[in-house]
C-alpha cells in the first residue's frame, strides 16, 4: 500500500501515462498543461515512463517560436498481456500488445467438468504462449494474465463460485492461478469479458452503454452501463440465457421453462434441427453425421446451413428470432446504443442476425430501436481471450486511489 509522496508520485504516473496514451502524440508542455502539473514534475514522471519503456520519443511538433518540442507516444509494446478463456469446449489463449495486437494464440479442447484439470489446460496454454517469445533487443516483460470463465465468477475477490459445465463451487481461481504462474491474474465471466473485450478493441469502442450477447452452449450477457461493467449486487447480472421466451416452452437446467437457452442455445439448435428430421423433413445433415443424429451438434446445423441446407437455415432462424425477442426486451429495459452478438453460435453470421434484428426491432419501442445497432463481434473467437487481455490492461493503468 503506497502512502504519502510514493502515492503522489504513482498518482502523477499513472495521469501522465493515461494522457499520452490517449491524447499523444503530446509534447511535455502540453501534458503539463493538461494535467496542471508543474514543468519539473512532468519531466522527472517522463524519464522514469521513458525508461521503463512505457512511452518514446519520436519526431518534433509544431513550434511556438523557439526550439520545436520533442513529442511523446505511448508504446503499445511496452507489456505483453495474456487472455485467455476457459469455456465448456475450449481453452484459448493468446499473447497481446496494450493495443490489442495478437501475437500469437493458442486453443485446446476441454475434455471434463473437472475444474482442477480444465484450469491446469488454461495454466498450460499460458505457458506454452510465454514459451520462447518472439526475440527483442529488450526482453518485454508480461503484465499479467486475464481469463473469463463460465459461469458466476467475483472478479474483485477472485472466487469461481459456479458454473453449468464444471463441477465447480467457489474455487479460489485467481490464487490458485498466481501461485503456479507467479504472474498477476483476474477473473471475470465469460460473457462480461467479452464486452470489454469489444469496448477495448472491438466493435464499441467509446461506447458506454452496451450488452454484448454470448451465444454458445450457453447464453449470457455482458452489460456496460455507464463505461463501467455491471455486475448487479452479487456478481449475478446479465443472465439473459434464462430470461423466459416461450411460456409453454420446454424444461430449462435451471429448473424453470421457455429460458431462451432451451430454444436458442447451440445445444438447443441441434436438438431442434434432429426434431425437424424425426417429422421427415430431407436434410444434408443426416449424411453429415452419417445417419447417427445423436452426433448432431450446433456446429453442424451452422455447417448444412452454409451450404445452403433448408431445414438448418430455419432452424437458425428460428433462434435468431428468439434471441431477437429477448434482444428487444433488453432495449427496453436498458436503451443500449449497441448490442453486438457473439459467441460459437456467432459463427452463422446473417443466418442468425438478419431474423434476430427483424424480431428484435419488432419488439423494441420505435424511439429506442431507432438509436441502436445491431452486429457482430469483429473479434471473433478471439473475443474471450481478447476480453481477459483487457482486463489486465485496465488494471495496468488505473490510477491509484487515496484510501
Ligand atoms: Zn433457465
Given at each position: 500500500?503506497?502512502?504519502?509522496?510514493?502515492?503522489?508520485?504513482?498518482?502523477?504516473?499513472?495521469?501522465?501515462?493515461?494522457?499520452?496514451?490517449?491524447?499523444?502524440?503530446?509534447?511535455?508542455?502540453?501534458?503539463?498543461?493538461?494535467?496542471?502539473?508543474?514543468?519539473?514534475?512532468?519531466?522527472?514522471?517522463?524519464?522514469?515512463?521513458?525508461?521503463?519503456?512505457?512511452?518514446?520519443?519520436?519526431?518534433?511538433?509544431?513550434?511556438?517560436?523557439?526550439?520545436?518540442?520533442?513529442?511523446?507516444?505511448?508504446?503499445?509494446?511496452?507489456?505483453?498481456?495474456?487472455?485467455?478463456?476457459?469455456?465448456?469446449?475450449?481453452?484459448?489463449?493468446?499473447?497481446?500488445?496494450?493495443?490489442?495486437?495478437?501475437?500469437?494464440?493458442?486453443?485446446?479442447?476441454?475434455?471434463?467438468?473437472?475444474?482442477?484439470?480444465?484450469?491446469?489446460?488454461?495454466?498450460?496454454?499460458?505457458?506454452?504462449?510465454?514459451?520462447?517469445?518472439?526475440?527483442?533487443?529488450?526482453?518485454?516483460?508480461?503484465?499479467?494474465?486475464?481469463?473469463?470463465?463460465?459461469?458466476?465468477?467475483?472478479?474483485?475477490?477472485?472466487?469461481?463460485?459456479?458454473?453449468?459445465?464444471?463441477?465447480?463451487?467457489?474455487?479460489?481461481?485467481?490464487?490458485?492461478?498466481?501461485?503456479?504462474?507467479?504472474?498477476?491474474?483476474?477473473?471475470?465471466?465469460?460473457?462480461?469479458?467479452?464486452?470489454?473485450?469489444?469496448?477495448?478493441?472491438?466493435?464499441?469502442?467509446?461506447?458506454?452503454?452496451?450488452?454484448?450477447?454470448?451465444?454458445?452452449?450457453?447464453?449470457?450477457?455482458?452489460?456496460?452501463?455507464?463505461?463501467?461493467?455491471?455486475?448487479?449486487?452479487?456478481?449475478?447480472?446479465?443472465?439473459?440465457g434464462h430470461m423466459i421466451v416461450d411460456n409453454d416452452g420446454p424444461r430449462c437446467r435451471c429448473g424453470s421453462y421457455g429460458c431462451l437457452e432451451t430454444v436458442a442455445s447451440a445445444t438447443?439448435?441441434?436438438?431442434?434441427?434432429?426434431?425437424?428430421?424425426?417429422?421427415?423433413?430431407?436434410?444434408?445433415?443426416?449424411?453429415?453425421?452419417?445417419?447417427?443424429?445423436?452426433?448432431?451438434?450446433?456446429?453442424?446445423?451452422?455447417?448444412?446451413?452454409?451450404?445452403?441446407?433448408?431445414?438448418?437455415?430455419?432452424?437458425?432462424?428460428?433462434?435468431?428470432?428468439?434471441?431477437?425477442?429477448?434482444?428487444?426486451?433488453?432495449?427496453?429495459?436498458?436503451?443500449?446504443?449497441?448490442?453486438?452478438?457473439?459467441?460459437?453460435?456467432?459463427?452463422?453470421?446473417?443466418?442468425?442476425?438478419?431474423?434476430?434484428?427483424?424480431?428484435?426491432?419488432?419488439?423494441?419501442?420505435?424511439?429506442?430501436?431507432?438509436?441502436?445497432?445491431?452486429?457482430?463481434?469483429?473479434?471473433?473467437?478471439?473475443?474471450?481471450?481478447?476480453?481477459?487481455?483487457?482486463?489486465?490492461?485496465?488494471?495496468?493503468?488505473?490510477?491509484?486511489?487515496?484510501?
Open positions: 500500500m503506497l502512502a504519502g509522496p510514493e502515492l503522489i508520485r504513482a498518482i502523477n504516473k499513472q495521469r501522465v501515462l493515461r494522457l499520452i496514451r490517449s491524447a499523444g502524440p503530446i509534447s511535455r508542455a502540453d501534458a503539463a498543461e493538461q494535467t496542471g502539473l508543474t514543468r519539473p514534475t512532468i519531466s522527472a514522471v517522463v524519464s522514469e515512463l521513458l525508461e521503463e519503456g512505457w512511452v518514446e520519443e519520436m519526431g518534433t511538433g509544431e513550434s511556438s517560436g523557439g526550439r520545436p518540442p520533442i513529442l511523446l507516444r505511448f508504446n503499445p509494446r511496452a507489456r505483453y498481456v495474456v487472455g485467455a478463456e476457459l469455456s465448456a469446449g475450449h481453452v484459448r489463449a493468446v499473447l497481446s500488445d496494450l493495443s490489442g495486437n495478437v501475437v500469437r494464440r493458442v486453443k485446446y479442447r476441454v475434455e471434463s467438468s473437472d475444474p482442477v484439470q480444465e484450469l491446469g489446460r488454461v495454466e498450460q496454454a499460458v505457458r506454452d504462449l510465454l514459451a520462447n517469445l518472439p526475440k527483442t533487443a529488450q526482453p518485454v516483460p508480461v503484465a499479467g494474465v486475464g481469463l473469463g470463465i463460465t459461469g458466476m465468477v467475483d472478479r474483485k475477490t477472485g472466487t469461481w463460485h459456479y458454473s453449468p459445465h464444471f463441477d465447480v463451487a467457489d474455487m479460489p481461481v485467481v490464487q490458485m492461478l498466481e501461485e503456479r504462474l507467479v504472474l498477476p491474474v483476474w477473473i471475470e465471466n465469460d460473457a462480461r469479458a467479452m464486452a470489454w473485450g469489444d469496448h477495448s478493441f472491438g466493435a464499441a469502442k467509446g461506447i458506454d452503454n452496451f450488452a454484448y450477447i454470448r451465444v454458445g452452449v450457453g447464453i449470457g450477457a455482458g452489460l456496460i452501463i455507464g463505461g463501467e461493467l455491471y455486475g448487479g449486487a452479487h456478481e449475478g447480472a446479465g443472465e439473459i438447443a439448435i441441434a436438438r431442434r434441427a434432429v426434431k425437424r428430421l424425426g417429422q421427415g423433413q430431407p436434410s444434408r445433415i443426416v449424411e453429415m453425421v452419417e445417419g447417427d443424429l445423436d452426433r448432431v451438434i450446433g456446429t453442424t446445423v451452422i455447417d448444412a446451413a452454409d451450404e445452403g441446407d433448408e431445414l438448418a437455415r430455419d432452424t437458425l432462424a428460428e433462434a435468431g428470432r428468439y434471441l431477437g425477442l429477448a434482444i428487444g426486451n433488453l432495449i427496453n429495459l436498458l436503451n443500449p446504443s449497441m448490442v453486438i452478438v457473439g459467441g460459437g453460435t456467432a459463427r452463422a453470421e446473417n443466418l442468425l442476425l438478419q431474423p434476430l434484428r427483424e424480431a428484435a426491432m419488432a419488439r423494441a419501442l420505435p424511439t429506442l430501436r431507432e438509436k441502436v445497432q445491431i452486429v457482430l463481434t469483429p473479434l471473433g473467437e478471439d473475443s474471450c481471450p481478447l476480453g481477459g487481455a483487457a482486463l489486465v490492461i485496465e488494471e495496468l493503468f488505473r490510477v491509484p486511489s487515496v484510501g
